[in-house]
C-alpha cells in the first residue's frame, strides 16, 4: 500500500512561488492534480518514472515544474507566478509504471492519492 502525504502549501502572494513535496519510493508514474471548492478536479502536472517525461495542463505551462528525485525517493511541483486561479487543495497521485517513459494525465489512470496540500493566494 502505497500512502502519499503532500506538503509545502499555504498562503502566498500573487507573483509568489511555492514548491509542493510528495513520497514517489518506487516504480511509480506520478501526477499533481487541484481541486478548488465547487469545481471538478484537475489535472495539473505528470511525470513518468524515470523522470524524463513530462506533461502539463495549458494553464500552468511555462509556470510550474514537476521534477522527481529517484534517489530520494520524491516528487515536486515547483510553482512560480503564482495567480488566485491557482488556489486549490493540490493532490499527489501514484500509479505503478510498466514503463520507463510513460505519464498519465487522466486521474482514473492512479491508484493512489494523498489528501491534498491547500494553496491559497492571495491577490
Known amino acids: 500500500q502505497v500512502q502519499l502525504v503532500e506538503s509545502g502549501g499555504g498562503l502566498v502572494q500573487a507573483g509568489g512561488s511555492l514548491r509542493l513535496s510528495c513520497p514517489a519510493s518506487?516504480?511509480?508514474?506520478m501526477g499533481w492534480f487541484r481541486q478548488a471548492p465547487g469545481k471538478e478536479r484537475e489535472f495539473v502536472a505528470a511525470?513518468?518514472?524515470?523522470?524524463?517525461?513530462?506533461a502539463y495542463a495549458d494553464s500552468v505551462k511555462g509556470r510550474f515544474t514537476i521534477s522527481k528525485d529517484n534517489a530520494k525517493g520524491t516528487v515536486h511541483l515547483q510553482m512560480y507566478s503564482l495567480k488566485p486561479e491557482d488556489t486549490a487543495a493540490y493532490l499527489c497521485?501514484?500509479?505503478?509504471?510498466?514503463?520507463?517513459?510513460?505519464?498519465?494525465?487522466?486521474?482514473?489512470?492512479?491508484?493512489?492519492w494523498g489528501q491534498g496540500t491547500q494553496v491559497t493566494v492571495s491577490s
Open positions: 518506487g516504480r511509480y508514474a
Open positions: 497521485a501514484a500509479v505503478r509504471s510498466y514503463s520507463v517513459s510513460g505519464y498519465y494525465t487522466g486521474a482514473k489512470a492512479y491508484e493512489y
Open positions: 511525470i513518468s518514472w524515470s523522470g524524463g517525461n513530462t
